[in-house]
């Protein structure tokens, strides 16, 4: 079991119930370091598993993350070699995170990063010519990736009159949500009031919200990036935003972090950062406990985990005698 500098916490829960259960848990910052057998690793998104631990340890029956994201293990090579990948998409997880992503959503839409700072410097309330706020209901909502959080983004905000819902996935789904227009990604991003992104980080996602991506965006359109850090071009958003291309931005997730103190981002107009944790409530953390002690336990046993990612892996699991 790997260590995390925001979820050791958690990560010590789920060693000592492990224990009492009677599996031994060996604690190690590298997981390259265990010298003996592994049956299961437990990390988070932020601990490398790379094809050498793979290939140093065939006995390996799977990985479990602690949390939603598995982009630090190359997943299709895990489901090649048979192992198990899951993670803590729990429902109070993903939709902890949808009711977030609204919540920035209507923070940028009426401009709270400026009235706050308003209130902070002591500046005079605008006249009602000069308001600039805008409201939710009426606009257009564009959802890159169309995954668990996006969909209960959609849930929620049924009933609030937005205009449309545009998403750019690859694997559409429109029998099941006619409600929302299904699109190309430029189309999405020159049409949206809000643009936020839900997917995973890989090959083919790193850099995708570039500087001439960003430059199809409407000048008082808002991006929230509550994903993964390296989706989105950091130095380009922040020039987009100085020059006022971009109406602001919500961004939780960076390529490093935590966020370095001179990044262009921190003294970008109407921006809010956070330090991957917005969305992160009680009842999200209350959930992964059970969720990494019932995914590892399954990945002992044989079974299957109960959010598991690659279930393809299941077949080459079995051929390889795990």
Known sequence: MGTDRVLDELLDEVAGELERRGHEVVRAADPGAVTGPV??????????????????????????????????????DATRRGVLVANGATPENHGSMAEATIMLALALRLRLPDRMAALASGRPRPRPAELDSRSLRGATLGLIGFGRISREVCLRLAGWGVARILCHTRSPRPEEWPEIEFCPLDRLLGESDVVSVHLPLNASTRGLIDAGRLALMRPDAVLINTSRGGIVDEDALAGALRRGTLGGAAIDTFAIEPLSADSPLRTAPNTILTDHIVGHTVEMYR???????????????GGRPPFLVNPEALNSAVAAGR
Not at 287 to 301: K, M, R, T, Y
């Open 39 to 76: 049956d299961a690793l437990l990390v988070t998104s932020r601990t490398p598993v790379d094809p050498a631990f793979l290939d140093r340890h065939p006995e390996l029956r799977g990985v479990a993350f602690a949390s939603s994201g598995v982009n630090s293990i190359d997943v299709p």
């Open 287 to 301: 959930s992964l406990v059970p969720a990494a002690v019932a995914n590892v336990e399954q990945i002992l046993s």
